[in-house]
Every structure is written in structure tokens, then in C-alpha cells.
């Protein structure tokens, strides 16, 4: 957060008639492009790199500051800063809190490093590519090299794009849409037919490769869908084999979770027979083999038994369960999981019957001209929703498993992001406004002595910069209500109470167990092995 309020200061020094913005994570480094709209130069970068070097290596003090309202107003509207300045009249307080580097003046909405010293090591570089410019501060190559993800960035751009499409690039924009009348259902709606208009595009995607194939044994057999956590797959799945079905297919989902290695079989626990070893996250936890035996089978019309597997036993409930695809030579089978990406887990498939799906909720929504919201917090402002309606659990459970989920993504999901026949961006940039609604009791309830706290303070200093809205906009068939409930789309119901309580005495049903709510505590499930799904989704 320091580099980018650094870098956004650099770019008012090396280019004081042009504003900056952006800051969106792209891997190591961060994309910024100018609110004109105009495509960087490579004299641009050169520019920029310098006016970030000279700043580092003064090793300047970021100053706090108490400012009047009307004193940050009008440096911000004199500098051409519409971000910072809807984000401050939406969100008025008599004094504003800012950072002043060499002569220029932030908003201070994160915690900062005390010096601009403090980012020499490693060195951040400024890298030129078409969809703007990426302030680089962590190589991912050989040799120091950077190569920055082709999914994201053209995520990014494109969400964008549409933001300032339709008025509401920043989060100050959202927030001055008016409650009233058509305008925060329309630009709603806006944002859920985009949504749908993907959907719609996967499915003639899929038609007309099928179409185009030499023969049944040459067409999409597989629908391969990964993301991180909470985002959105189950709402997804579902929604496309819907509009699949619109031209005449039928889609049928297999659980690969039921795909793990009997607990003897499972090479963690060989070396010790401990249960907790086994990492459940872990390829290697699966059966490869028997579930490429299996997608094979059902693609040539077979039946099989796949199996169920038990987690609290660790191994699998005989007989199995029996499925056959429908004879009807438009079968496809759906696949969703946190390996569905990876290439060895369908690697005795044909490529050509495969078709790979990226998801994740990628918002291009600016907080100022230097900080953007970030994926990661979307996410976990979702699961937390998700967990407290339909689990009963505490905020302070859902961050606490957060950083476990994150390091499962790094390793299974985030390596094959760029190897997909399609991205699905599954955010909608007016959903924080509604998760604020049910996320900021639940965080405000986090005790100061919980190890999550300071997690918990942080995302309620960026939902107290949003406006709460109803979600009585929200369509009963949208993405989002996976999070919140009372969605078409949802097999379960969530617990009825007020977002944010604790409802006495309903029980909690989840994972095969049942707990009592009961005081405001709801109690635990009992201890399952380390990556178990519950952990992941």
C-alpha cells in the first residue's frame, strides 16, 4: 500500500498535467493507466521509473496530517482527482486524515510504512504494457524477469472499461448513486446482465466448437471450472448448465471431492500413519488415475460407480454411486474443483474434449487514485457473509482459517489462471454496498484480544467508506446470493435472523453434523483434517 501511494505521488511529479490511477494487484506489481484513457510510452515508464527513484532514494517521510474537509476538497479538485474527491463527498467528516509527501497530499485510508526508504529493497521497476503501466516490485522470472499475467490484465481492463461506461469507476462514484428512482437499479442490473451476457458466451462458445469438430469423439466432453474461494463456482455451474441447455445440451455435474486416496493410500500418511499429515489440498491427495479412467468411461457412454468418499473415516462408502451420461450424444460433464485447472489431474483426456474456465470476482473499483479493492478482500467479505448465514460461524472463525486458504490458492489455482479457454470475472461493483450490510455487525463483534482483530479493523475501515444498500435489488438469480441467501439458484436457506445476530436455539445443519446456536455462540463442527473442503470453499 506504501508503493502505491508512492508510486501515484511519482506520477504527479513526472507528469503534473496528466492524473494517474489504479493500482490493481497484478502478481508482483501493480497497474496504473491514465484517467485520459491514453496508451503509455515506453518514454512514459522511463519517466515514471525515474520520479519513483528519486523518491525512494530520499528516503522522504510520509507525513500525518488533520486536514479541514474543504482544504483536501480543493487541493484534489485542483489536481484533477474525482476519485478522492466523490470518495469525500459521500463519505463527509469535518477533518480529513491525509499523507503529505513531497508536497503532495493523500488520503490516509491504510496503515504506511514511515518512509519511502523503506521500499529500496527490493528496488521496484516500471514496466510498460498495452493495458497501462505496472510498477513492478516482485519478479516472478529468471534472471529478475517479470511476466505478468495475460488473465488479469485483460480482466482488469476490461472491468474498468466498463466502470467508466457506466458511471461508477470509483468507490465514491457508487456511492453517490441515488437511492431513489431507477439509477442504483439500473446500473444493478447493468452489472447482472454483464454477468449473464458472459454466460451466454461460454455456451455459444462451446456450440460452435462442437460444431466445428470432426466428429462426437472430437467435441467438449469436460467443463473444467476452478477459482479461489467465494467465487461465485457453485452459482456459475449452475447458471451455465442452464444455458447450455438452451441449445440442447445437458450438463451433468461430478463431484470430484469424492476423488481423494483411501487414508492408506494417502503418501502423507504413510510415513507416519498420522491423519492430520494428510494435506487434502494437495494433488497428490487425489486419485489421478481412477478419475481419468472414469471421465473417460462416461465419455464413451459407460456407466460407472464413482465413489463417495467419507471424510471423517477417510475412506470411501461402498458401493459407490452409479452414473452414465444421458445417450442423448449432447451429454457434458462439469467438473469443479480446486485441480479442475491443473493439466495432470485430466492429463489421459483428450485436450479437445476439454474446455477450462477461470473464475474469480476481479473489481476494478477504485478507492482513491492510488488503491483499488482488492480481490482478496471482496473474497473474504463474501465467504464471511456465506459462513455466518449458512454456517453459523463467527467472523472471527472465517478470518481465521483465511491465510490456510490463501496458501492453497497460491499453489493449485493461481499457476494455471492463464491456461484457460475462458475468464469469468464474476464481480459486480455495486456488491460491496450490500455485503456491508452483513459483514460489518458480524466484524464489529471481533474481540480485541482475538488474533484476528487487526484483520477485523481493517475491513471495517474500508466498509465505513461505503454506503450501505438494500439488497431487495439484488435479482433472486444473481451470483451474489450464493453469499447473502434467498437466492433461486441456492439449494440451501440461510438461518433467518438480522444480518450481524446470533439467532437462540436454531440449529445449524453443515457437513454432516449439527450444532445449536444458542447465547450468540455457535459451537464448532467436529475436527476434520487440515485442507478439508470446508476449509477451501
Known amino acids: 500500500r506504501t508503493l502505491r501511494l508512492v508510486a501515484s505521488v511519482a506520477a504527479q511529479e513526472a507528469f503534473p498535467t496528466r492524473v494517474i490511477y489504479g493500482g490493481h494487484p497484478i502478481d508482483g506489481s501493480y497497474l496504473f493507466s491514465f484517467k485520459s484513457g491514453e496508451a503509455p510510452t515506453d518514454a512514459d515508464g522511463a519517466q515514471l521509473e525515474q520520479a519513483l527513484g528519486r523518491l525512494i532514494d530520499g528516503d522522504l517521510a510520509l507525513a500525518r496530517k488533520t486536514l479541514p474537509f474543504g482544504e483536501v476538497l480543493a487541493y484534489f479538485e485542483e489536481h484533477g482527482m474525482d476519485a478522492s474527491v466523490a470518495l469525500l463527498k459521500t463519505r463527509v467528516r469535518e477533518q480529513i486524515e491525509v499523507v503529505e509527501l513531497a508536497g503532495s497530499t493523500r488520503l490516509r485510508l491504510f496503515p504506511l510504512l514511515g518512509s519511502t526508504g523503506a521500499l529500496a529493497e527490493p528496488r521496484p521497476s516500471v514496466r510498460v504494457v498495452p493495458e497501462g503501466i505496472l510498477v ?14 495475460s488473465t488479469l ?30 439509477e442504483v437499479v439500473d446500473f444493478n442490473l447493468h452489472a447482472e446482465f454483464r454477468q449473464e451476457a458472459k454466460l451466454a458466451a461460454i455456451a455459444e462458445a462451446i456450440r460452435a466448437r462442437n460444431e466445428a469438430a470432426s466428429g462426437p469423439s472430437h467435441t467438449v466432453g469436460v467443463i473444467c471450472i476452478a477459482g479461489p474461494t467465494s467465487s461465485g463456482k457453485t452459482t456459475f455451474a449452475t447458471k451455465l448448465a442452464m444455458y447450455l441447455s438452451n441449445y440442447g445440451y445437458h450438463a451433468v455435474a461430478l463431484s470430484v471431492d469424492h476423488y481423494y486416496l483411501p487414508l492408506d493410500e494417502q503418501p502423507l500418511y504413510k510415513l507416519r500413519q498420522e491423519r492430520a499429515d494428510v494435506d487434502y489440498d494437495s494433488i497428490d491427495a487425489m486419485d489421478v488415475p481412477h478419475l481419468n479412467e472414469q471421465l473417460n468411461a462416461l465419455l464413451r457412454g459407460e456407466e460407472v460407480m464413482t465413489p463417495v468418499y467419507d471424510m471423517k473415516s477417510g475412506y470411501r462408502n461402498a458401493p459407490g454411486k452409479a452414473l452414465q451420461l444421458p445417450a442423448t450424444g449432447k451429454a457434458i460433464l462439469v467438473l469443479e474443483g480446486i485441480h479442475s485447472l491443473n493439466p495432470a489431474y485430466t492429463s489421459m483426456v483428450e485436450p479437445e474434449r476439454l474446455y477450462k474456465i477461470y473464475i474469480s470476482p476481479l473489481s476494478a473499483l477504485q478507492i482513491d487514485e492510488a488503491n483499488t479493492l482488492r480481490t482478496t478482500d471482496h473474497r473474504l467479505l463474501r465467504r464471511m457473509c456465506r459462513d455466518f448465514l449458512f454456517r453459523g460461524y463467527p467472523a472471527a472463525r472465517t478470518l481465521s482459517v483465511w491465510d490456510n486458504v490463501r496458501v492453497g490458492e497460491h499453489r493449485w489455482i493461481f499457476p494455471h489462471q492463464d491456461h484457460v479457454d475462458f475468464v469469468m470475472n464474476s464481480a459486480m461493483e455495486y456488491e460491496l454496498r450490500i455485503l456491508k450490510v452483513y459483514a460489518e455487525p458480524l466484524l464489529s463483534a471481533v474481540l480485541p484480544d482475538d488474533p484476528t482483530f487487526r484483520k477485523a479493523q481493517e475491513l471495517l475501515e474500508l466498509l465505513h467508506l461505503v454506503n450501505a444498500a438494500s439488497s431487495s435489488t439484488v435479482p433472486a438469480t444473481s451470483l451474489l446470493r450464493e453469499f447473502i441467501g434467498d437466492g433461486a439458484l441456492t439449494a440451501t436457506e440461510p438461518r433467518r435472523g438480522h444480518p450481524g445476530s446470533c439467532v437462540r436455539g436454531v440449529a445449524i445443519v453443515d457437513s454432516g453434523y449439527r450444532s445449536q446456536a444458542v447465547g450468540g455462540q455457535v459451537a464448532g463442527p467436529p475436527a476434520i483434517a487440515p485442507g478439508h473442503d470446508d476449509l477451501r470453499r
Open 136 to 149: 513492478v516490485y516482485k519478479p516472478n522470472g529468471p534472471g529478475g524477469t517479470f511476466t505478468p499475467s
Open 153 to 182: 490484465l485483460a480482466s482488469f481492463a476490461d472491468h474498468r472499461a466498463w466502470g467508466r461506461v457506466h458511471g461508477a469507476y470509483s468507490l465514491g462514484k457508487l456511492n453517490a448513486l441515488k437511492g431513489v428512482g431507477r
